[in-house]
């Protein structure tokens, strides 16, 4: 089925360690996000892709960074995981933003 | 002041009644606007978007817009218990079409 793929889907590190979130789309969207929803927080913009080279910071990027391998991959990466990137993790992606976004499936973080 | 507000809820209403949500933003020169459902533990789907003042029918679902008051609100006709869902506000600002802001969304409960 047409969409978005996350993997994995659940997740549990120990501080300090690192770990890709992987992600892609099969609708020849141009642009990828990644979001990071906590209870009460709403959904908030990690980083975002706005086509196939380019990356930009959104709201909360500090720990984290990311690669557009292709126009079909956007990873997430922790390179040292902390108790506060406990979370659920969802990548999205659009055409434009005019048109709304996709979002996959998630990926449940826990950092211990 | 939250670039996008919603109240968080529980809305409880009885099935077949009318449920009212509300957003509103800060955003005055905001564009798009979109509504998403989320069901507990899965991830947000696009449900209705909305760009010009007025009212947009799609099937139970109708979206409000009122750019003068800065609120745009959805409504569902006939609630079904498969209506019970968290259901979150979202507006593309001025600042560009990668910065689409999520509200933290109103939880609806419908009777049965």
């Known amino acids: 089925n047409a969409g978005v793929t996350q993997t994995p889907k659940f997740q549990v590190l120990k501080t300090g360690q690192s770990m890709t979130l992987q992600c892609a789309q099969d609708m020849n969207h141009n642009s990828m996000y990644w979001y990071r929803q906590d209870p009460g927080m709403g959904l908030r913009l990690i980083y975002y892709?706005?086509?196939?080279?380019?990356?930009d910071k959104g709201e909360v990027p500090n720990g984290y960074n990311v690669s557009r391998l292709n126009k079909r991959e956007f990873s997430l990466r922790l390179e040292s995981a902390a108790p506060s990137q406990t979370s659920v993790y969802f990548c999205a992606s659009s055409e434009t933003s005019n048109y709304g976004y996709t979002f996959g499936s998630g990926t449940r973080l826990t950092v211990v | 002041q939250k670039e996008v507000e919603q109240n968080s809820g529980p809305l409880s209403v009885p099935e077949g009644a009318i449920a009212s949500l509300n957003c509103t933003y800060s955003d005055r020169v905001s564009q798009s606007f979109f509504w998403y459902r989320q069901y507990s533990g899965k991830s947000p789907e696009l449900i209705m978007s909305?760009?010009?003042?007025g009212d947009k029918e799609d099937g139970r679902f109708t979206a409000q817009l009122n750019k003068a008051s800065q609120y745009v609100s959805l409504l569902i006709r006939d609630s079904q218990p498969s209506d019970s869902a968290t259901y979150l506000c979202?507006?593309?600002?001025?600042?560009?079409?990668?910065?689409?802001?999520f509200g933290t969304g109103t939880k609806l409960q419908v009777i049965p």
């Open positions: 979202a507006v593309v600002p001025s600042g560009g079409y990668q910065k689409v802001t």
């Open positions: 909305i760009y010009s003042n």
């Open positions: 892709s706005a086509s196939e080279g380019t990356t």
